[in-house]
């Protein structure tokens, strides 16, 4: 599946859209959510019944046809903010389906602190006084094949180029891309 859930994202919590090699070749269109089949949305509502659909994409790209839809999971604090405390704010998942429903990706936005500590290091090793912009917890689901878990980020470096990361749990570098920023 294409990496549109992460320009998906970043518009969608930044207002500004990313070119990254390779989408030019992607289609994307927004879907209703009420047009999204059947059988996908109930896998949606059966996998996060708490979470409320907020969008959809129908897409096409070089492995073929898939279709994403945003959640938003609204925090749950498990007791009230204190006077002047900032509570936590929602989250977005995005999952990825095949044309036939079957999901190929989710994607959990996570808070900067709950990025693991080895990713991080990972990130302050390579780019030193950089900054995390985004984060997202990847599960890769493959019928048949063991679950693979990778971390996306969006790091500002220190010379405030923006660069788009693949890191495994263990704080390895699988994929490293120089972003560049567009105006919309």
């Given at each position: 599946m294409s990496n549109a859930w992460i320009q998906s994202a970043v518009?969608?919590?930044?207002?500004?859209?990313?070119a990254l090699p390779g989408w030019a070749e992607d289609i994307e269109e927004d879907l209703p959510l009420g047009k999204v089949p059947k059988?996908?949305?109930?896998?949606?509502?059966?996998?996060?019944?708490?979470?409320?659909?907020v969008s959809a994409v129908y897409g096409?790209?070089?492995?073929?046809a898939y279709y994403e839809v945003a959640l938003l999971v609204k925090h749950a604090a498990p007791k009230p903010a204190k006077k002047g405390?900032?509570?936590?704010?929602?989250?977005?998942?995005?999952?990825?389906?095949?044309?036939?429903?079957?999901?190929?990706?989710?994607?959990?936005?996570?808070?900067?602190?709950?990025?693991?500590?080895?990713?991080?290091?990972?990130i302050s090793g390579k780019f030193p006084k950089s900054t995390i912009e985004m984060a997202l917890e990847q599960a890769h689901e493959t019928p048949?094949?063991?679950?693979?878990?990778?971390?996306?980020?969006?790091?500002?470096?220190?010379?405030?180029?923006?660069?788009?990361?693949?890191?495994?749990?263990?704080?390895?570098?699988?994929?490293?891309?120089?972003?560049?920023?567009?105006k919309k």
């Open positions: 518009a969608l919590l930044f207002g500004t859209w990313l059988p996908i949305m109930k896998t949606v509502k059966d996998r996060f019944p708490d979470a409320k659909p096409q790209d070089k492995e073929g405390e900032i509570p936590p704010p929602d989250r977005h998942i995005f999952i990825v389906f095949d044309a036939a429903g079957v999901v190929h990706e989710i994607s959990k936005e996570l808070a900067v602190k709950d990025v693991p500590e080895p990713v991080a290091k990972a048949g094949v063991k679950q693979k878990l990778t971390f996306d980020l969006l790091v500002a470096k220190a010379d405030k180029k923006k660069v788009h990361l693949t890191i495994d749990p263990k704080g390895k570098i699988l994929k490293e891309e120089a972003v560049k920023e567009e």
